[in-house]
């Protein structure tokens, strides 16, 4: 159990922060520059799916990196999509199908990062 806690743990809480953080009603024109908010979701978005892809390796202990790859930006996505609904709600906030295209293409940027690091670290120790 306290494996189990160390490895999902981290994504219940930023998962949750995400949740808190969607639920503030937000002031028109606050950005600090251009597109702000879509590269907010490109980088909070990869985090949260390095640390879903995280959970589910050290979890499973599954090598198969496409199969854990695809499943983590599904529900990274899938986290998005119901964030974008949830926020729908609130007011002064609105979704956006950009800002779950930004959702997506930073999980897949995770996963790219990821793939590419291991790919290195491969070579250099083989």
């Known amino acids: 159990?306290?494996?189990?806690?160390?490895?999902?743990?981290?994504?219940?809480?930023?998962?949750?922060?995400?949740?808190?953080?969607?639920?503030?009603?937000?002031?028109?024109?606050?950005?600090?520059?251009?597109?702000?908010?879509?590269?907010?979701?490109?980088?909070?978005?990869?985090?949260?799916?390095?640390?879903?892809?995280?959970?589910?390796?050290?979890?499973?202990?599954?090598?198969?990196?496409?199969?854990?790859?695809i499943l983590t930006v599904i529900i990274t996505v899938a986290y998005g999509l119901s964030d974008e609904f949830h926020q729908s709600f609130v007011p002064a906030r609105d979704s956006d199908v950009k800002d779950i295209a930004a959702d997506g293409i930073g999980a897949m940027a995770a996963m790219t990062i990821v793939y590419i690091r291991r790919r290195f670290l491969s070579r250099l120790s083989g």
């Not at 949740?19 to 606050?30: A, C, H, K, L, V």
């Not at 702000?36 to 879903?52: N, P, S, T």
């Open 1 to 69: 159990m306290k494996r189990f806690i160390l490895l999902w743990g981290p994504v219940f809480l930023f998962a949750m922060f995400i949740f808190i953080m969607s639920s503030i009603s937000s002031t028109e024109g606050y950005d600090p520059f251009p597109h702000f908010d879509k590269i907010a979701h490109f980088l909070v978005y990869g985090a949260l799916a390095l640390l879903i892809f995280r959970g589910f390796t050290r979890t499973t202990g599954s090598n198969n990196f496409l199969l854990i790859a």
